[in-house]
């Protein structure tokens, strides 16, 4: 009766939990249509505390049911196979079981993984191929191709009416022959196969899918935004780097109502092979199976890889010690025991600075950072040099014994090549451009209330799409908590080494200063003053914090001017 009763549990606050998400998803789309962007906000901030409210509550309920019976590591083993025959025909089984494992090591505040009671799977996954699935429609290609975007476009209404339907037909059709004679020779195609649900974030909606000839596949996005006469086309993507750039670990997650996970990730594999399937599932909203994911790969890896997690290079950092596994695209972050000067934060500033990453708007420039607590992994996957910096520089949150490393908490993003190496090593064309993009970065930044703190050159990082983003989040902080402040008179916007001669409070920020420490090269000074002097006046600062206060939401766009079917201006000059 016991482990009925807890399987029922576990399974009312599961069914609980996707209702709740699924309901937020499909409020995105009321939000778009009547351009309810404050709603949207919230809605936010509510999906992202969802899943952790449900798991504590669930929690509390089962320690009052089961009382001494709570920890009974043989009584979840039945449970667990229990609960595994209940999820087993599920259209969402690979959340279930996540959600268990959610629930079992906040329970048992699990060290590692415990295969005694919680669901491990190491091997490969099938993931479904996309196709004969009821998550996608077929629209074939029986007329021109303006008629079968035209049926695309009206498979997706909306309470408010397109603009003009038969102008974005045309257009998007014309883009896609242009496309195709240059991919495939020839404009021809068998069909336009798109998913059911629609993706929701920011501002836009958008239209997911493929053009399919035979077995090949060519990414088709069609990207949507309510304007105040209605609905209409604002780009189309089709290619696979500007579907990448959409779904990229450095922009937020999607609302999107899907009753079949897996099924959705498999058909975007189709269009998106090489994007990491954790990261697909992050982007989708389901960030702890993302998790999952991550570090089910990651454990994938360290069994067939012959390297071994090993220090950073370049520069030490003075809050972070970070570590890397070479042929593993990601970077490892613990928090020291001690910063090093000038560094005047603590551990708890440091975490409700990544919070804060983790809670906001990305808007294309911040890596999405994932947070692990309690992860536990042989010694010998760790070369020597990393344990004596563990065990010297963070020893309150790594536990070395001789068999294993375990770490309380550590952070875990996107590896990108630094951009002061990048500059430095890049052809002088490319390098120009990165030191544009960094400028862009900090005004993208700016809009979107969010100043990076420590603006050096060594903080930002290059995609593989030579986009700029900030990762070092130590001193983050919203726009609106700074005061900018013009240096006195007397003063040249040097730093001195033993400090101002004149009072600076803690949110202080002097933006003459920065031209000392942003380039060191003077031609890449230079362009940096060309292209984005703005940044060095108090002007620009305040001009934001006033847009930011009076409620303005800039619009960031995660394509290229380009993709866009007709040209517009900015809504607001940045």
């Not at 059911?196 to 949507?224: E, H, Q």
């Not at 910063?339 to 294309?364: I, Q």
């Not at 209330?449 to 900030?470: A, E, M, S, W, Y």
Request: glycine letters at 4%; proline letters at 5%; a negative charge.
């Amino acid at each position: 009766m016991t482990v009925a009763s807890s399987t029922d549990l576990i399974l009312d606050a599961l069914d609980r939990y996707r209702a709740e998400s699924r309901d937020i998803a499909r409020s995105a789309k009321r939000w778009f249509e009547e351009r309810a962007w404050e709603e949207a906000r919230r809605g936010l901030a509510e999906r992202l505390q969802l899943y952790g409210r449900v798991v504590k509550r669930l929690i509390v309920d089962l320690q009052e049911m089961l009382g001494d019976k709570a920890l009974d590591k043989t009584l979840w083993h039945e449970v667990r196979a229990c609960y595994s025959r209940a999820i087993a025909h599920r259209n969402d089984e690979e959340i279930a079981e996540t959600f268990f494992n959610s629930v079992l090591r906040a329970l048992f505040t699990t060290v590692g993984v415990d295969p005694d009671i919680e669901f491990v799977w190491f091997d490969n996954e099938i993931l479904p191929s996309g196709d004969e699935s009821p998550i996608y429609r077929a629209f074939f290609r029986t007329d021109s191709t303006r008629q079968v975007v035209r049926d695309v476009l009206t498979a997706y209404p909306f309470s408010r009416p397109y603009v003009n339907v038969e102008l974005d037909s045309e257009l998007i059709a014309k883009r896609i022959d242009e496309h195709l004679l240059g991919a495939w020779y020839h404009p021809d195609f068998e069909s336009i196969e798109m998913l059911k649900p629609v993706f929701y974030r920011n501002k836009g909606a958008y239209l997911i899918g493929r053009l399919r000839r035979s077995s090949r596949v060519v990414p088709f996005i069609i990207a949507l935004l309510s304007g105040e006469d209605g609905i209409f086309v604002d780009a189309v993507l089709l290619n696979e780097d500007d579907a990448s750039t959409l779904f990229s670990f450095t922009r937020f997650y999607f609302f999107v109502d899907a009753d079949r996970p897996s099924e959705v990730i498999g058909f975007l594999r189709t269009i998106l092979p090489v994007k990491p399937l954790a990261e697909l599932y992050i982007a989708l909203g389901h960030t702890k199976h993302g998790k999952t994911v991550l570090y089910r790969q990651l454990h994938r890896h360290l069994l067939h890889s012959s390297d071994r997690f090993c220090l950073a290079p370049g520069e030490k950092g003075m809050v972070m010690t970070v570590f890397t596994l070479p042929s593993f695209e990601r970077v490892f972050k613990v928090i020291r025991d001690a910063f090093d000067a000038p560094k005047n934060t603590s551990r708890r500033e440091v975490m409700s600075r990544y919070r804060l990453v983790y809670e906001n708007d990305r808007v294309g420039r911040l890596l999405d950072v994932q947070e692990f607590e309690h992860l536990a992994f042989d010694r010998e996957y760790f070369e020597p040099a990393l344990l004596e910096e563990l065990a010297r520089s963070a020893s309150s949150s790594v536990k070395i014994t001789e068999e294993h490393v375990i770490f309380a908490h550590l952070y875990t993003e996107r590896r990108i090549t630094p951009l002061n190496l990048y500059v430095d090593e890049a052809p002088p064309t490319r390098a120009r451009a990165a030191v544009i993009e960094y400028g862009n970065a900090i005004r993208d930044l700016a809009a979107a209330n969010i100043f990076p703190g420590d603006l050096l050159v060594k903080n930002f990082g290059v995609t593989r799409h030579g986009r700029v983003v900030f990762y070092d989040y130590d001193e983050i902080c919203l726009l609106s908590e700074c005061r900018f402040r013009p240096l006195p008179a007397d003063e040249d916007g040097g730093l001195e080494p033993q400090g101002p001669s004149f009072y600076v409070g803690p949110n202080d920020v002097f933006p003459e200063q920065f031209r000392a420490f942003l380039w060191r090269k003077p031609e890449l000074r230079a362009l940096m003053d060309e292209a984005h002097g703005a940044l060095f006046t108090v002007e620009f600062w305040r001009n934001m914090q006033t847009r930011i206060a009076a409620g303005e939401l800039i619009d960031f766009y995660p394509y290229g001017e380009a993709r866009r079917l007709r040209r517009r201006p900015d809504p607001a000059s940045i």
